[in-house]
C-alpha cells in the first residue's frame, strides 16, 4: 500500500497545494468540498455533499461486513500567512495553519488508493468542515456531521493530525486519552467607576480582580486531585481607559482543558467561586461558558490496529508511543459516537524550521502524505476484510 501511494505523491502534493491556495473559513468549505466531489467523481466513488453543511461523506464497499469511517478536516484559519512559497494562499487573512489541507489531500490519496479494491464491508470517507470553529449556534463541523448521520450504523472511526515537530513520515500512537476538554469562560469583575484621585468613592474592580487572578491560578493546585490533567489559563485581561479613571469593570477570558468528565464541571465551579471572591468585597461577576469539545479517547483495539498497520508499512523504528496532550479536536465527538483513534502524522519541514501550527510561516513537509494515506487506507482495509485479531 506504501508503494502504491508513493507513486500518488506528485497527486497528493498537487491536491494539497490546489487546497492551500485557495483556504475556506469554518462552514465555508464550497470550493475544498467542489475539488473533493470532482475528485471522487472521477474515481466513480458514490458520494454526497454538503452534509453537516459543507461536508462530503463517501462510501466504498456497501457489502454486508464490517464499516469503518475515516475522517478528514477542511476548513482553514484566519491568519495572514507570511512564508512564500510558490503555493502560498492567495486569499489575505486567511490561511491552512493548521494542515487541514494535507489532511483533506491525504484522504483523496485513500479514495484513489481503494477505489478499485474488493471491499467486503463499507469503507466512508468522512470530509469534514469546520474544525476551528463552531456556527452561531456553537456547534462545529463534526457534530453537524454526526447529525447527518454520517457516522450512523459505523463499527469504527479513525482520523489521523499532522505534527510539524515530529520527524516527517514518523507515526504517533496513544492509547487512552490523546486530548484534553475545552471550555471557555467569559467573565466581567464588575465594580463602580470613579475618578483615580477619590478611589474611595469608587469600588474599583482592577483592585477586585487581584484577590479573583489569585484565586483563579490556585483551583489547579488545590482543588483537583494531583493525579487528574487540567489548565486554567487566563488568556486575555481587558479593563479602564486612561490612567485617572476607575472603571465600571475589568473582563477576563480563560481557557479551562481536562480530560475527565468530572474534572471538567469542577473546574467550572471552582471558577465561579473564584469569580465570588469579588462579590465578598464588595463587587459583582458575569459569567458565561462556552462549552467546547470533549476529551479524545483512544481505543485501545483500534490503536492496535493501527500500529500494526504502521509497523508493517514502515518499520517499528518510525512508529512512536504518543502521549496525553493537552490541546482540544471535535474529531472526539465521532469518538465518542463510535469507537475510534487518531494518529499523529510527523510532518517537520526539510529545513527543520520550527513553524507550529497556527503559526503564519507554518508548513508541512509534502513527503509525508503518501504515509498518511497508506496507514489509513491499509487499516480500513484489513478492518473490513476481517484481517485484525481483536476484532470483536
Known amino acids: 500500500m506504501l508503494d502504491q501511494a508513493t507513486a500518488l505523491g506528485d497527486t497528493l502534493t498537487d491536491l494539497r497545494r490546489q487546497i492551500h491556495q485557495h483556504p475556506e473559513l469554518s462552514f465555508e468549505e464550497h470550493r475544498t468540498a467542489a475539488l473533493v466531489s470532482e475528485h471522487l467523481t472521477e474515481l466513480g466513488i458514490e458520494h454526497q455533499t454538503g452534509v453537516g453543511r459543507t ?14 469511517g475515516i475522517r478528514a478536516d477542511m476548513d482553514a484559519l484566519p491568519i495572514l500567512e507570511a512564508r512564500d512559497t510558490p503555493y502560498k494562499s492567495t486569499v489575505d487573512g486567511k490561511m491552512h495553519a493548521c494542515g487541514h489541507d494535507a489532511h483533506t489531500a491525504m484522504l483523496l490519496g485513500v ?4 477505489a478499485d479494491k474488493n471491499i467486503a464491508g463499507e469503507i466512508r470517507l468522512l470530509f ?14 463534526a457534530p ?17 493530525h499532522v505534527d510539524s515537530k515530529l520527524d516527517a513520515g514518523t507515526v504517533q500512537l496513544t492509547e487512552g486519552f490523546l ?70 469593570t475589568v473582563e477576563l477570558d480563560i481557557t479551562l482543558r481536562s480530560v475527565d468528565d468530572t474534572v471538567r464541571e469542577r473546574l467550572l465551579e471552582e471558577v465561579e467561586n473564584a469569580l465570588g471572591v469579588a462579590k465578598t468585597l464588595g463587587g459583582d461577576y458575569e459569567m458565561r461558558v462556552e462549552r467546547g469539545y ?29 502521549q496525553l496532550m493537552m490541546g482540544a479536536e471535535d474529531f472526539a465527538f465521532m469518538t465518542r459516537a463510535s469507537r475510534g483513534a487518531m494518529m499523529i502524522l510527523g510532518t517537520k519541514t526539510a529545513d527543520g524550521v520550527d513553524r ?30 476481517g484481517d485484525f485479531a481483536n476484532l470483536s
Not at 453537524?144 to 469504527?156: H, K, T
Not at 467569559?186 to 477619590?198: F, I, L, Q, S
Not at 493546585?221 to 479613571?245: E, F, H, L, M
Open 55 to 68: 461536508g462530503v461523506v463517501a462510501r466504498l464497499g456497501r457489502g454486508n461486513g464490517p464499516r469503518i
Open 111 to 114: 479514495a484513489n488508493l481503494l
Open 128 to 141: 469534514q468542515p469546520s474544525e476551528e470553529a463552531s456556527d452561531s449556534e456553537g456547534i462545529s463541523g
Open 144 to 160: 453537524r456531521m454526526i447529525e447527518d448521520g454520517a457516522v450512523d450504523d459505523l463499527d469504527a472511526v479513525i482520523a489521523l
Open 179 to 248: 486530548l484534553a476538554n475545552v471550555d471557555t469562560v467569559y467573565e466581567t469583575v464588575r465594580g463602580t467607576g470613579g475618578h483615580g484621585a477619590v478611589p474611595h468613592h469608587a469600588r474599583d474592580p482592577i483592585f477586585l480582580l487581584a484577590p479573583v487572578l489569585t484565586a483563579l491560578h490556585g483551583i489547579v493546585s488545590r482543588w483537583i486531585d494531583p493525579v487528574q490533567p487540567a489548565v486554567v489559563t487566563v488568556g486575555r485581561v481587558a479593563g479602564g481607559t486612561a490612567s485617572n479613571v476607575i472603571p465600571e
Open 294 to 322: 470533549p476529551s479524545l479517547f483512544n481505543d485501545s483495539d483500534v490503536v492496535s490496529w493501527m500500529r500494526e498497520v504502521a509497523v508493517s508499512q514502515l518499520g517499528e523504528e518510525r512508529v512512536q508511543n504518543g
Open 356 to 385: 507550529y501550527h497556527h503559526h503564519p510561516e507554518f508548513d508541512v513537509n509534502e513527503a509525508a502524505l503518501p504515509v498518511g494515506s497508506a496507514v489509513l487506507a491499509e487499516t480500513a482495509l484489513r478492518f473490513v476484510n
